[in-house]
């Protein structure tokens, strides 16, 4: 999803309808408004509550509920046992969710029956860009992380992302790369976006149907 839009751009622009009756940004609880404000940059701001008001509206689809009444739990943090863990929807009929953003760019997986972890980064440029193989590895290892519940409370160097011609990247967890189209309108599989990584990682993730929302692609 491209976050430099509004609410009903970005519905159009994935052939969504929003729901009729209030605005997108009600739909958010006092947890969410509450982390929004303590983001000083305007733009990083936006960004990041339209990235919250999209979750919502998919997971809304996904559940036949209004994105308002979504609402969310924490998971206890592996780390500290506190509840500040992974969020998970309540009720959610075993929907997992894993959102990921970076700079104005998206990516929401959900997946009904089993964990996912989805990451996505930009490539920057220059003499104090991260090499590419790295951020490769990074994207990979924090996908499986996500997948796994564990977040950053593990160190992303200490996971074993594997060969990815055999898409199994830690253990039990498998995944897949996703390409980017270049942009809105470039049909998948005509080149990824050149400022993107993105990852996707679960349990008997090659076991599973994948449907695939535009412009993202999967490869192995």
Known sequence: MRLDDTA??????HGLTLPAGSSAAAWLDADERARAARLLDATDRHRWLLSHVATRLLVGLALDRHPADVTWRREPCRRCGGPHGRPVVVDGDDLHVSLSRSGDTA???LRRGLPVGVDVEQVTTGPAATPHDDLHRWVRAEAVLKSTGEGLTRDPAAVDVGDPARARWSGEVEGLDLDLAAAAGTAPGTGADPRLLAALAGPALHGSSLG????VTAST
């Open 107 to 109: 990516l929401l997986a």
């Open 8 to 13: 009903a751009g970005l519905a159009r622009a």
């Open 212 to 215: 695939v929302h535009l412009p």
